[in-house]
């Protein structure tokens, strides 16, 4: 089990009873996954987090004034000279490559996280950016969020996979109001429609957000990582297999260490001392 943290280039990570903490550190490009090696930092911190049970829970945050601007403009626009090996450049074949091999794995990765992965939007989430969010299991937005599912404005649609996400959240008519207008949608407004779970000022942030993740990351480690896996099983599978694998991991968990510690420190009105076996 690696208990190093991993080398990333354009984000940090920490890790602090259980939690994990990846914070983007390109504020030079608004934090765009494009162009930068976001991408790539992003898988790296989810096959670390999938592989380490010291993990119980995952929150991602950006630097600066965004969380993500998503695509790079300027690489959308400049197909040549610095951007010429961009992920916009390139026929059909070539581009529909780039995006199966680039940006097209953070859905892949972020929805088969093992465990709970909490999305801190300190400004604005865009495009891609705004699909990220979207992939995690929860959303705490700052008064400064900004999101948008602004592909349509561009001439494009949302290849990262977005308007799967997107209507499983906030329902169909939603999404595609939002989808194919490419409006943006302030902090007060994306809570009502159910985008975020909470809007705190700046400052209330990152402690909302860790706050909410060590009131999960106390909770026995199996357990909880089996939970994320039903839930996200529920979403695919009808009730009656459903039931099946509930049943199974319900065996598992009864014949955990944890379990009766739970039990025990329930009778005994004590928080549990959870070792993940």
């Known amino acids: 089990m690696p208990t190093t943290l991993p080398q990333l280039t354009d984000a940090t990570l920490l890790l602090s009873n259980r939690i994990a903490l990846l ?7 608004r934090n765009a996954l494009t162009g930068t090696h976001l991408i ?19 929150v991602m945050t950006g630097a600066g004034k965004a969380f993500s ?8 626009l400049e197909r040549e000279g610095e951007y010429r090996d ?21 859905p892949l990765a972020v929805y088969n996280c093992e465990v709970p992965v909490i999305a801190a939007v300190n400004g604005a ?3 891609a950016g705004f699909d990220l969010t979207c992939m995690c299991d929860m959303r705490i937005g700052s008064t400064d969020a900004l999101l948008g ?22 329902g169909y008519q939603k999404a595609a109001e939002m989808t194919f207008t490419g409006r943006l949608v302030k902090a007060d407004e994306a809570k009502t429609m159910g985008l975020l779970l909470d809007v705190v000022t700046p400052e209330e942030l990152m402690p909302t957000a860790m706050k909410l993740a060590q009131q999960i990351a106390a909770k026995p480690p199996q357990a909880l990582r089996m939970t994320k896996r039903l839930m996200k099983a529920a979403q695919r599978q009808e009730l009656a297999e459903f039931l099946d694998l509930c049943a199974v991991f319900q065996g598992m968990c009864h ?11 329930f009778v005994e009105k004590r928080p549990g001392k959870y070792q993940g076996k």
């Not at 601007?69 to 959308?76: D, L, P, R, V, Y």
């Open 40 to 58: 790539d930092d992003i898988l790296t911190t989810i096959q670390w987090v999938n592989q380490n049970d010291n993990v119980s829970v995952l």
């Open 255 to 265: 014949n955990t260490e944890d379990h009766m510690e739970a039990v025990t420190a």
């Open 86 to 106: 961009g992920a916009f450049g390139g026929d059909v074949y070539e581009i529909q490559n780039k995006y199966r091999r680039g940006i097209q794995k953070i």
């Open 149 to 170: 599912e602004t592909f349509v404005n561009l001439g494009i649609i949302p290849g990262d996979g977005g308007a799967w996400f997107l209507q499983k959240l906030i």
């Open 125 to 127: 989430a865009i495009g």
């Open 69 to 76: 601007a998503g695509g790079n403009i300027k690489e959308m």
């Open 23 to 29: 914070t983007f550190n390109r504020d030079d490009v």
